[in-house]
């Protein structure tokens, strides 16, 4: 749904609630009634700031040429491959170096996170070295 479609609607839904004092229902009739309205403007408001989130993200892909997901996404090949949140960080970051404009210094992090990822995961491996590398 377009989003300005929206924005008018949750505008006339706001009109509503003053004009119920006109009608024949009960009072606590009126406050369900107004319950409800109130329940569809926040699930309509919600609908209109996903969407313009959503905008936001398309617009950032575009301008953000180095995030190229035309053969899958990074964030799939992880899931498909288990890659812990180190390893993801490495390939990410090897993967985009020389689109994203900043490969020295994208180098330089990927030697900086592999030190970090044997400091604070390389007791997880210790006696699987071999094993590891057989794979």
Same mark, same amino acid.
């Given at each position: 749904m377009?989003i /300005?479609? *929206?924005e008018d @609607?949750i505008? /006339?839904?706001?009109?509503?609630?003053?004009?119920? %004092? %006109?009608?024949i229902f009960?009072?606590s009739l009126?406050k369900d009634?107004?319950? #409800?309205?109130?329940?569809i #403007?926040?699930?309509?408001?919600?609908?209109? *700031? #996903?969407?313009? &989130?959503a905008? %936001?993200?398309? &617009?950032?892909e575009?301008s953000?040429s180095?995030?190229d997901?035309t053969?899958? %996404?990074?964030?799939l @090949?992880?899931?498909?491959h =288990?890659?812990n949140?180190y390893e @993801?960080?490495l #390939?990410?970051?090897?993967?985009?170096c020389? &689109?994203?404009?900043?490969f020295l210094s994208?180098? /330089?992090?990927?030697?900086?996170?592999i030190? *970090?990822?044997? =400091? /604070?995961q390389?007791h997880?491996?210790e006696?699987?070295?071999e094993?590891l590398n057989?794979k």
């Open positions: 377009d /300005e479609i *929206l @609607f505008k /006339e839904l706001r009109q509503i609630e003053p004009n119920m %004092s %006109s009608t009960t009072p009126k009634q107004v319950w #409800i309205i109130n329940e #403007i926040k699930m309509a408001e919600d609908k209109v *700031l #996903i969407n313009k &989130k905008n %936001s993200m398309k &617009k950032m575009i953000n180095h995030y997901n053969n899958g %996404s990074l964030y @090949f992880a899931e498909q =288990k890659l949140a @993801f960080d #390939i990410k970051r090897i993967v985009r020389r &689109k994203k404009g900043e994208d180098l /330089e992090k990927v030697k900086t996170v030190d *970090l990822y044997l =400091k /604070e390389g997880l491996y006696g699987q070295v094993q057989k």
